[in-house]
């Protein structure tokens, strides 16, 4: 099914863990983001990418690294986890600067002990 | 930087119009957007309108774009149990890089 692809649904790290959340998406969109989502906080921009081999911080960057390497594949990596990074993750692309629309994958719940 | 604001709660009876609204600061949206998350998933597009655009209606919904003012509103027709969700504004402007500048979302109760 074409679409964004988020594994794994569920993880919980211990605190200075690290792990990579992966993104997948079958649509050759060209625009590729990352957000946490926090109650009360709404959807914040970690990292987004407009093309493979290009990446760029967004709102809430610190803690997290990203590369793309495919058009398809944009992972998000957490260095040294912390119990503030306990969060819901999402991952969008879009075909052009968003017109149209950003695809969402259906999260990952991540918890920090 | 940008702001988008939206009402944090709506309440309405099953069978009446729902009417979500939403503010942005930066004249310079191209793109304003409404999603949907319903408890524990992800986030469903529902409609889309472009700055040049004053009004848009897709079946029930219909969103209306008031330029000077900066506001966004979602109307929801004859609104169903199953309407029950959040639902965010967010918007593409000049400076977001593309990317979506996300509201915090309208928690929207429907009674039977």
């Known amino acids: 099914n074409a679409g964004v692809t988020q594994t794994p649904k569920f993880q919980v790290l211990k605190t200075g863990q690290s792990m990579t959340l992966q993104c997948a998406q079958d649509m050759n969109h060209e625009y590729m983001s990352w957000y946490r989502q926090d109650p009360g906080m709404g959807l914040r921009l970690i990292h987004y990418s407009v093309g493979a081999g290009i990446t760029d911080q967004g709102e809430v960057p610190n803690g997290y690294n990203v590369s793309r390497s495919t058009t398809e594949d944009f992972p998000l990596r957490l260095l040294s986890a912390a119990p503030s990074q306990t969060s819901v993750y999402f991952c969008?692309?879009?075909?052009?600067?968003?017109?149209?629309?950003?695809?969402f994958g259906s999260g990952t719940r991540l918890t920090v002990v | 930087g940008e702001d988008v604001e939206q009402s944090l709660f709506l309440s309405v009876r099953e069978g009446d119009s729902s009417v979500i609204n939403c503010t942005y600061t930066?004249?310079?949206?191209?793109?304003l957007y409404w999603y949907k998350q319903e408890p524990g998933a992800g986030l469903q597009l529902l409609t889309y309108i472009f700055s040049n655009m004053d009004m848009k209606q897709d079946q029930r919904l219909t969103v209306l774009l008031n330029k000077k003012d900066k506001h966004l509103s979602l109307r929801i027709a004859d609104t169903q149990t199953g309407d029950s969700a959040i639902y965010f504004c967010?918007?593409?402007?000049?400076?977001?890089?593309?990317?979506?500048?996300f509201g915090k979302g309208t928690k929207l109760s429907v009674k039977p």
């Open positions: 969008a692309s879009s075909f052009s600067q968003g017109a149209y629309g950003y695809t």
């Open positions: 967010a918007e593409i402007y000049g400076g977001s890089q593309g990317n979506l500048i």
């Open positions: 930066d004249s310079s949206s191209t793109y």
